[in-house]
């Protein structure tokens, strides 16, 4: 695939790498220009979790992903320290399609409202071994919920 927008290609670089297992990151940068955007990925902990907690921890890094806190501080410090903020947090979906799944929406909400209503969230469909397409997903307002972003610019 080939894109314009800097940074996407590092994005599928990193799920490449990461399958089967889910890739996660973020991208921090000053919204609404993209020449200043940084891709810093994180640590998928989601085995880590199972095996600490199966019952609440179900998922394993194939269908789930939990990104490193210590990665989330390290990359809120960076971008603190460059006036920049995070603009996307990306994920990867090994051998499925690219859409913002139930637990997507709960990882994304904190008592049914957004945690970051700015957010663009990024989902990549890879299969096998190689990265399809993605789709970009945004908190709608008015309608109380995520939806598509046909043609976001981040
Ligand atoms: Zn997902």
Known sequence: MIHTQPGLNEIFAH???????????????????????????CANLANQYQQDDPIRYPRDARTAYIMDPKDLLRIQSEADAKGLEFV?????????????????????????EPLWPQMHY???????????????????????????????VF
């Open 15 to 41: 799920a490449e790498e990461a399958y089967p297992e889910e890739a996660c990151g973020v991208v921090i940068g000053k919204p609404g220009d993209p020449s200043t955007n940084i891709i810093r990925r």
């Open 88 to 112: 996307v947090i990306y994920h990867s979906h090994p051998d499925h399609e690219a859409y913002f799944s139930e637990t997507d929406r709960d990882l994304a909400l904190f008592d049914g």
């Open 122 to 152: 990024l989902v990549v469909s890879v299969k096998n071994g190689k990265v399809l397409y993605f789709k970009a997903f945004r908190w709608d307002a008015i309608k109380k919920e995520f939806a598509e972003e046909p043609s976001a």
